[in-house]
């Protein structure tokens, strides 16, 4: 009887053992940081704004294009938070490995917020990118993401509209016409379409600070819009559906027609006899 209990003692003692070992491995991710970088299979190139067939560009002194893009993509990154609520501050810590994020802290001071400000992680959601976790807190905070002059930006959406990010979107694909009056008419209406349906109230033409301007370039016909970064997305990513809704390709993309302008011909006047007014003389006014 002894030697069958010692067997059964022997097995609960490695169970237990088996079972802490698992809890403590559940327990260090959650004190050790806030977050983690999956390794799953997930395609990058198919976020909206990195798989973009519209052409636009920054206009910024302090980075290029390309260095843009590497923040776009550090974003885009997919991460899981591993705890529910922490300090915003110790949450940027966390996270820097993946995107390094800085805090505007005079802004966020002047709104009454403080970088240990308390946030609200979701982690019982679909793994998703850091930009998604990262927009779900700014909406908590009533703040907003901004990259300029190579940096993330963690503000507010008053500092946002006071330092506007400018860039130039390449709109040709989209705004095809046989001729040059058609394709400004096509331009406008595409302007008028984004200051409708993308924040209408962040553009000026409704008292915000958004601005968007018509410049043809050559064959091109280009829009440069100063915004909030977080607008900018949404631009990219709404010319890019309109795009692959009904655009012509880059490619496709013909200089337009010119109208040819013709001029009658010229009438040969008749011979006049000899001491006879000329036809082409005009008769003149003589007072009486």
Known sequence: MTSNIRPSLRCLRLLSIFIVLILATMLVPATETHGQELDGNSDLSKTPILDTRMESWPV??????????????RLCQPYTPSVINVALDDWVDSVESICPIA????????NGLRPNTKITLRVDTPPSSLLVHAMLVMEQLDCVLEIRQGVVRITTEEF?????????YDVSSLTVAPDARQQIMAVTALMRTIQNIIEPTQWEVLGGAAVIEFYPANNKRLLCIAAATQVHWQVVAFLDQLQRAGGARPEEVTPPRRVATTTPPRVSSPPTAPGSPSITELPRFRPQ
């Open 60 to 73: 910024d002194v302090a980075m290029t294009r390309e260095q843009e893009r590497a923040l776009w993509e």
């Open 103 to 110: 805090i505007n802290v005079p802004a966020l001071e002047a």
């Open 160 to 168: 946002a509209n006071d330092n506007l990010a400018v860039r130039i």
